[in-house]
């Protein structure tokens, strides 16, 4: 079994930056991060290969935020910058158990999940 363990939420002013850890606990391949506002579904933000050599981004996010790993600490990270208002959400980090992931911006393909941070965007 793997856990997941999210951190660095907290409250920002748009156009501030934040970074989001996600330590894990056990073997992981492919990792990413979902987020949920309230009354919308959850949504994905971001994916990242188990090398660390791949990585996939959400429209809404491309060119804001960068997902990256550090595998001799079983981390992902989740650096934000220029933050806007309609990113607040609770953010969720995901684990593919399998070597193999076919679909890195579905919610079902991961099989471990965080219990989130929230991530507050003031205007």
């Known amino acids: 079994q793997v856990q997941l363990v999210e951190s660095g939420g907290g409250l920002v002013q748009a156009g501030g930056s934040l970074r989001l850890s996600c330590a894990a606990s056990g073997r992981t391949y492919a990792m990413a991060w979902f987020r949920q506002a309230p009354g919308k579904e959850r949504e994905f933000v971001a994916a990242i290969s188990w090398s660390g050599g791949n990585t996939c981004y959400a429209d809404s996010v491309k060119g804001r935020f960068t997902i990256s790993r550090d595998k001799s600490k079983n981390t992902v990270y989740l650096q934000m910058s220029s933050l806007k208002p309609e990113d607040t959400a609770a953010y969720y980090c995901?684990?593919?158990?399998?070597?193999?992931?076919?679909?890195?911006?579905?919610?079902?393909?991961?099989?471990?999940w965080g219990q989130g941070t929230q991530v507050t965007v003031s205007s």
């Open positions: 995901a684990a593919d158990k399998n070597l193999k992931t076919i679909a890195w911006g579905s919610s079902a393909e991961y099989d471990y």
